[in-house]
């Protein structure tokens, strides 16, 4: 039997062997074909990325063709360079540049020398290109925004670098990707699939047809089509009443959690973007370190919520059962918690319970609920913890998981946090009240603010906020359709939802009232301190305002944060109330507000961040965008400015 074993695998092993040797060179022609490159070149045919379109269908971004220059440096013979960088209008010095970093790339393998020429500069050079042997074209689709708002919700399109081609074999030099926004985001759903196609050359370098009559070749195949859920008009009109002022709004639909309109403070028109000026203009928009066109206030600006905390704080407390509706704080101008601290409080009757202390935003009242929480447990690292825990149900103090490529998680203390800052212990709830109005070490982006807007209308869950709406032919991300629940039970939102609805009614938003929509909101304002150049200096206060409506079936929440923006009635909240009149009736009624607040400019309180003139601020509308009369302007100057702190006022 072992004599017989041996030789039989010995047998089957060569046959094996022999049997694949004949399928690799009789059969397979891929390693032939490998080996053929030096007589093989090899053409890609660029799809279209998909159309992007709003919730109700209206194109938002389409596509236009364009073409690059691609050069093959050891192809290149005996060309009169001179008329080359003539035709192109570059000098020669950058000729030679470019031709350089393209052997550095691969003398052999095609790069793009000159990016997205359009139809005039394509037509010129085609005319002559038989005289520039080692060049050849590549048609391109490059964007073609059909609005010039919402350029931080699409990103834009760039040339991939060494390092991704190195990382991604999908890509090669000259290849473009998407970058921030959704082009980032959706990025394999809108590229779509390249074709190619190889081409066989002769002795002489000449293309003689296509190899093995295209048994290789595969077509192109265009992006998938998304629909956002942005309204497109609401997203417009956001972007124009934040004209010459800094900040964010985010709307939320709360039953979904579709983000309705994602708004930042100066922003730019997506168009400038586009074509053989992108590079130049993406370099000023970067540079500028005072405005931040580039900045998405609305996902990554970390800010004390203030005043709108506070409803949370409420929430806790009756969770704790520390408090119900009818617990009254006595509250003259404030109260004092210990040995010379007093935290004040402005002008409303002493006797405040839950309901009159929402709408009248009583700091006594709130501060008082946050001690008898904290001090409700023998030990506060456990007690802030449970304070903690309640607090990031609502998704905040992390990363949210939401489809856009940029976020920050804010800050939610937690035992750890004191810990730190107090190693050697002897903290208490006194030392750390001021996290009971949004102030101390907490800090939430204007998205979370209004994630935490929806989950109170929603009475206690919420959606993880999301911008696709639909994927031609695809499905959306499940957990974008799963619920989060809440610490609260929901028999302890009614309180605190008709508390908000009376701030509109009695408190500090009754003259932002809408006739016919029944809204709850909050005003918030925190002060605002920064050092300049070293210098400790008093700025303007935020203005903040949350709301959601209606108050019965919500279907808008959202949130406005303006930096340096004032008391929170004073601007967030008449953006806030607009918006969602705009929203919900596709026309607005109160023209006072609009006309007040299209009219306001908060530059020359920008100005004094470092003493610059107000020229010298970017400012931006739908029809003046970000750099179009400035383009040619110099960038000002970097201020160092670092946070000092911030004490909440309302």
């Given amino acids: 039997m072992r004599k017989v074993l041996l030789p039989s695998l010995i047998i089957i092993a ?34 279209e990325r998909g159309y992007i379109y709003d919730r109700y269908g209206k194109l938002l971004v389409a596509n236009q063709a364009s073409y690059d220059i691609m050069v093959i440096p050891r192809e290149i013979k005996n060309i009169d360079t001179l008329e080359f960088c003539q035709l192109l209008n570059v000098t020669k010095e950058d000729f030679i540049k470019k031709i350089e970093k393209a052997k550095v790339y691969s003398p052999r393998l095609p790069s793009v020398f000159l990016a ?23 048609k391109r689709s490059l964007r073609d925004y059909e609005v010039d708002y919402g350029a931080n919700i699409f990103g834009f399109i760039t040339q991939v670098n060494e390092k991704l081609v190195s990382k991604n074999p999908y890509y090669n030099s000259g290849d473009l990707i998407g970058m921030q926004g959704v082009e980032q985001s959706y990025e394999e759903v809108l590229r779509g699939i390249k074709g190619v196609k190889y081409i066989q050359k002769d002795k002489y370098n000449r293309e003689i047809g296509s190899y093995k009559d295209g048994k290789y070749d595969t077509i192109a195949v265009q992006g998938e089509d998304i629909n956002l859920t942005i309204d497109a008009e609401l997203q417009k009109y956001g972007e124009e009443l934040m004209i010459n002022k800094r900040g964010g709004i985010v709307a939320l639909e709360p039953k979904t959690g579709e983000i309705l309109a994602l708004v930042t403070a100066p922003s730019y028109d997506p168009g400038i973007l586009v074509g053989r000026q992108r590079s130049k203009n993406y370099t000023l928009l970067y540079h500028d370190s005072i405005a931040k066109p580039l900045y998405d206030r609305g996902l990554l600006a970390e800010y004390p919520p203030g005043s709108p905390f506070k409803i949370l704080t409420g929430l806790i407390g009756l969770q704790e059962q520390v408090i119900n509706e009818n617990t009254t704080f006595f509250c003259h101008h404030g109260f004092s918690y210990g040995r010379g601290r007093f935290m004040k409080c402005h002008n409303h009757p002493p006797n405040q319970q839950l309901h009159n202390g929402i709408y009248n935003s009583c700091n006594t009242y709130f501060a008082q609920t946050y001690m008898l ?92 906020p999301h911008i696709i709406k639909k994927i031609e032919g695809e499905k959306i991300d499940p957990k974008f359709t799963t619920k989060h629940e809440t610490t609260i039970d929901k028999k302890y939102f009614p309180p605190i939802i008709s508390g908000l609805f009376d701030v509109y009614n009695l408190g500090t938003a009754s003259r932002l009232r809408v006739e016919g929509i029944d809204i709850c909101g909050k005003t918030g304002t925190a002060e605002n301190y920064a050092k300049i150049n070293g210098k400790r200096t008093k700025l303007e206060d935020h203005s903040i305002f949350v709301a959601f409506a209606p108050k019965d079936n919500p279907k808008i929440a959202i949130a406005v944060m303006i930096e340096n923006g004032g008391f929170g009635a004073a601007i967030a909240g008449p953006i806030a109330s607009l918006m969602i009149e705009k929203y919900l009736r596709k026309k607005i009624t109160r023209n006072d507000l609009e006309i007040r607040i299209l009219n306001t400019s908060l530059n020359s309180r920008y100005a004094k961040l470092g003493g610059m003139a107000e020229a010298s601020l970017i400012e931006t509308t739908p029809k003046d965008s970000v750099m179009r009369a400035k383009m040619n302007k110099p960038v000002p100057k970097e201020v160092k400015i670092t946070k000092v702190d911030t004490t909440q006022k309302n």
């Fill in 373 to 464: 929480t904290i001090n409700k447990y023998n030990n506060p690292a456990y007690a802030v913890d449970i304070w903690s825990n309640h607090v990031k149900s609502f998704g905040l103090g992390q990363f949210m998981g939401y489809d856009l490529p940029t976020g920050k998680r804010g800050n939610i203390p937690t035992s750890k946090t004191y810990k730190k800052i107090y190693p050697n212990g002897g903290w208490r709830s006194t030392t750390i009240v001021s996290n009971s109005i949004g102030q101390g070490e907490v800090l939430m982006t204007p998205i979370q603010l209004a994630n935490m807007m929806a989950t109170i209308a929603n009475q206690g869950h919420y959606y993880t």
């Fill in 116 to 138: 997205q020429l359009n139809k005039n500069e394509f037509a010129a050079f085609q005319e002559k290109i038989r005289k520039f042997e080692g060049f050849y074209f590549q």
């Fill in 14 to 47: 060569a046959s094996l062997l022999v049997i694949r040797i004949f399928y690799l060179q009789i059969i397979d022609d891929s390693f032939k074909l490998k080996s053929e490159n030096n007589a093989i070149k090899i053409k890609y045919d660029y799809p």
